[in-house]
């Protein structure tokens, strides 16, 4: 934990520093080389406001911006209009919908003065530009360095040369940005949730000011060739790009310290070359390293990096250096023999286990917002994310990816392959990049991402397309580019595939290139609700076989606090279509009405919205947590699933295992048990009990108590199953009996213990007599089967009949400057079950929930005599500082603050 706190600490100070230095001492005065973050001290202006003043006149140092608004650099307009109180808080009930969208359809400026030395003049001085949204007419000190016709795309990146146009002292760079229009490949939401008014229109990635004697590095990168069976050796491979940006011969030396060694080669570079440099064992024997310390994802081993550091010497002078980690990991990625996509760390088969990351709608996100959302993925035990269309507006996430040991699956959005989204006609294979111009477009974009992202141990497969395929002529060339730039990781030429060869249900057009072939993973959702049965027993769409690339079992509506925060009081209750599906999905996804019929049916109507939220996080543990174990328990038939969504980009009902408020809801805590590495799980359908190790070690002597209650709690059946389970496998230990008669809810508890009687895992199931039955009949007659409707729910209403029990509560709390955590022991002395106990820590004075928050358990049940003792940490800054007050409620245990 001292390790995240020292992230965390790191990223403020970046976040609020307006003018930053990067690498090996680039900032000092003195050195060769400078790279300056230009962050903070930007002004922005709506054009409209400018009428009669020339754009020339605007990008002079004397030009008044005293009446501008302060613009966030990275980020949008919209996202600054906010920030500046011009805009009343958009992700509160309807009032994006106020947001007048006109005001964005004419450019913006953005603005900001930076000052220059002598010295700096007598060198290259140039601008990169990570990232604009969408083009911009670029000025500098009065004289146009570029218009818009060339300086446009959202995922290409540019470094405009600026030595004629710098003096010294002090000086402008000023862009005229313009909206996208109809037709271009922009990030956006798809049917996620609301279009942003602005469209994300804006200067959302880094800008930097580059200094140096005419010599730049770029992407250096490290990627190894494992030894799979000592898994202690590896040989290294390293490339960077170096760019001479003078119209005279450089030459020098290339040296590269990668922590366990140091070589170098002496090269000559062209005027105006961009080199391409590499190292290989065969030529360097000191790249085949032993004894080394692997990158692992999160569950298999530590996620280890080591230090690199690139330098370009000239005449005994540092004239350029980039200072990376690196981990060493081998990727490697097959068809199994079903045709399912499958992969390998370092030799290891990994079943991902992810979900599908989004950026805040407004592009607002922090280091320290994407660090608490990491440190979610990991509390949870998943290993994976998936970015589709966003993938950060810096490298935040992937660094913090590499740090935590998190697998990321980057591509482009599907946005882009239909007509709805991207505005133009679009092919129904290929979708809508088929021109030679377009085609051009998302291969330099791609270029310029892969050379950005290269480096990233966590990135383990490039991701072409999301549900429909790159053309051909589009296809051969990021092959082109990954057999030039990294031969690192494998790439797949869409998220959808499997099953579309000869099921015209799903897709009429197959998902096959005619370049790589089949793509082995599939799209077949579902996402609208869907029960617990259905991971189990499908086996032709979304179920647990395979590699699902995004599904989920539908809404996930978040607890009552972050409901409070998102609607007006007046609005919380009854369930209406303005407000509460406003923050819905988009299409098909615009409604709650499937959710709420399957809850009404399950768990009985809600009076009130406290008992509405409540019984929804019932609900959302009970259908998340058998997707997860499905996949789990079916492996290696199953070979990754991801969770659509992780996060939500604003706040919402839908998709999501924490809300954007940063608030875990059922699903959370129903994911982090399924993925315990060490796992009992029962299997809905099959009425029987599997065994998990997701570990890398062997799991011995092992004991596993299987026990079944009734409504009244008492024990209708209890067995216990003992053995040993390999590594990384899950196999089936028991049989349950069949349950009839008098029991329409019954209770199952899973406890596996080691061979000292230490409990390593429990496990603790709801289940009906009357069964969920899906109707896949007419899921075949939907357009999209992007669900299965449900002919018969189960009935869980009888637990309305549970009696009222009180609990026993103690509780500890300790804090340092840092940290504080809460210890609470828990005690059932009643002899009935206490059902879906939900903790909750909040504020001393405010009484708002303290976030993030890591339960090592939440929503649980103890059985009658039980006790348990669970933990919580937090930061001790996103608190009030005082010992918090630590809320206690269940479905049959009344809502208390036990430390009052």
Request: proline share 5%; with cysteine; hydrophobic share 35%.
């Amino acid at each position: 934990m001292k390790m995240d706190l020292k992230i965390s600490f790191r990223f403020l100070i970046v976040f609020f520093v307006p003018l930053l230095f990067s690498g090996c001492g680039a900032g000092d005065s003195n050195s060769a080389y400078q790279d300056l973050k230009l962050e903070g001290d930007w002004k922005m202006q709506s054009s409209e406001k400018l009428n009669g003043i020339g754009d020339q006149e605007i990008s002079v140092a004397a030009f008044d911006v005293e009446s501008w608004l302060d613009a966030e650099v990275p980020g949008t307009v919209l996202g600054s209009l906010v920030t500046n109180g011009m805009v009343q808080d958009p992700y509160f009930g309807i009032n994006m919908q106020k947001v007048d969208a006109s005001q964005f359809s004419k450019p913006w400026w953005f603005r900001r003065t930076f000052t220059l030395d002598k010295g700096a003049l007598e060198k290259v001085v140039s601008l990169r530009f990570d990232g604009i949204n969408y083009r911009a007419d670029l000025w500098v000190n009065g004289k146009m360095v570029a218009s818009k016709d060339d300086f446009a795309g959202a995922f290409r990146m540019f470094t405009f040369n600026i030595s004629q146009y710098v003096k010294e002292g002090i000086n402008t760079v000023a862009l005229k940005l313009y909206q996208h229009i109809d037709g271009e490949y922009s990030i956006g939401f798809v049917d996620w949730n609301p279009l942003p008014p602005d469209k994300n229109m804006g200067i959302f990635r880094p800008v930097s000011l580059e200094i140096n004697d005419g010599v730049k590095i770029r992407s250096p990168f490290v990627y190894s060739k494992v030894d799979s069976v000592s898994l202690a050796s590896a040989d290294l491979f390293i490339d960077a790009d170096v760019v001479n940006q003078t119209d005279q011969v450089m030459e020098g030396t290339l040296r590269v310290n990668y922590e366990l060694g140091v070589v170098e080669k002496e090269i000559a570079l062209k005027p105006n070359e961009t080199l391409s440099c590499h190292f290989d064992p065969k030529e360097f024997k000191s790249l085949s390293v032993n004894n080394v310390k692997l990158w692992w994802p999160n569950g298999m081993g530590d996620p280890n990096l080591y230090d690199l550091k690139v330098e370009f010497i000239a005449d005994n002078k540092v004239l350029d250096c980039v200072q990376k980690n690196y981990g060493i990991r081998e990727i490697k990625s097959y068809l199994n023999e079903d045709k399912n996509r499958t992969f390998e760390i370092n030799g290891k088969f990994v079943l991902i286990k992810g979900g599908g990351w989004v950026d805040d709608l407004l592009l607002q996100d922090t280091p320290k917002s994407v660090e608490a959302q990491l440190r979610y993925i990991k509390h949870m035990n998943l290993n994976s994310i998936r970015c589709e269309g966003f993938w950060g507006k810096d490298e935040t996430l992937y660094n913090l990816c590499d740090e935590y040991g998190i697998l990321v699956m980057v591509g482009w959005s599907c946005q882009w392959e239909w007509e709805e989204y991207l505005h133009k006609p679009t092919d129904e294979k290929y979708g809508g990049a088929t021109t030679e111009e377009d085609i051009d477009l998302l291969a330099q974009s791609w270029k310029d991402q892969l050379l950005w992202l290269r480096n990233h141990p966590s990135i383990y497969v490039w991701m072409l397309g999301s549900d429909k395929l790159p053309d051909p002529r589009l296809e051969n060339k990021y092959v082109d580019l990954f057999q030039k730039y990294d031969l690192s990781r494998p790439y797949v030429t869409s998220a959808g595939g499997a099953g579309t060869e000869e099921n015209k249900i799903v897709a009429e057009v197959p998902l096959v290139s005619d370049i790589s072939g089949p793509t082995g993973m599939k799209m077949l959702g579902p996402y609208a609700y869907t029960p617990p049965v259905y991971w189990y027993t499908d086996t032709q769409l979304g179920g647990a076989y395979g590699f699902n690339t995004e599904t989920c079992p539908g809404p996930s509506v978040p607890p009552l606090s972050s409901l409070e925060r998102m609607f007006p009081k007046d609005k919380l209750w009854p369930i209406d279509k303005d407000y509460w599906e406003f923050h819905t999905g988009r299409n098909q996804f615009k409604t709650l009405d499937r959710y709420r019929k399957a809850l009404d049916a399950r768990y009985g109507e809600s009076e009130s919205v406290e008992e509405f939220a409540f019984k929804s996080q019932v609900s959302n543990y009970e259908v998340m947590r058998p997707m997860f174990e499905a996949f789990i328990a079916h492996k290696p038939k199953s070979t990754g699933v991801i969770q659509w969504m992780l996060n939500s980009a604003w706040p919402e009902l839908y998709w999501q295992l924490y809300d954007t408020y940063l608030q875990p809801n059922g699903s959370f805590y129903g994911t982090r048990k399924a993925c315990t590495p060490l796992h009992a799980i029962y299997r809905y359908g099959f009425n029987d009990v599997y065994l998990a190790n997701e570990d890398l070690k062997d799991a011995t002597e092992l004991t596993v108590k299987i026990r079944g209650f009734d409504l009244q709690s008492r024990e209708i059946f209890a067995d216990r199953w003992q053995g040993d389970i390999q590594t990384n496998t899950s196999k089936f230990i028991y049989k349950l009996p069949k349950i009839e008669g008098e029991n329409p809810v019954w209770f199952l508890a899973l406890n596996v213990y080691d061979s000292d009687g230490k409990e390593l895992d429990n496990s603790f199931y709801w289940l009906s007599e009357k069964e969920d039955v899906l109707d896949y009949e007419a899921a075949k007659k939907l357009d999209w089967p992007y669900y299965t409707p449900t002919s018969q729910y189960a009935d869980f209403r009888s637990l309305n009949d549970l009696p009222k029990v009180k609990l026993q509560y103690h509780s500890d709390y300790k804090a340092d400057d840092q940290f504080a955590q809460v210890k609470l022991t828990v005690k059932n002395p009643s002899d009935k079950l206490a059902f879906f106990v939900y903790f909750d820590i909040v504020g001393a004075d405010s009484g708002a929930p303290v976030l993030p928050v890591y339960w090592d358990d939440n929503y649980i049940s103890l059985l009658p005599g039980e006790e348990r003792t669970y933990s919580a940490k937090y930061f001790l800054a996103d608190s009030d500082g005082k010992e918090p007050k630590i809320k206690a409620k269940g479905w049959n245990v009344d809502s208390v603050i036990i430390n009052e």
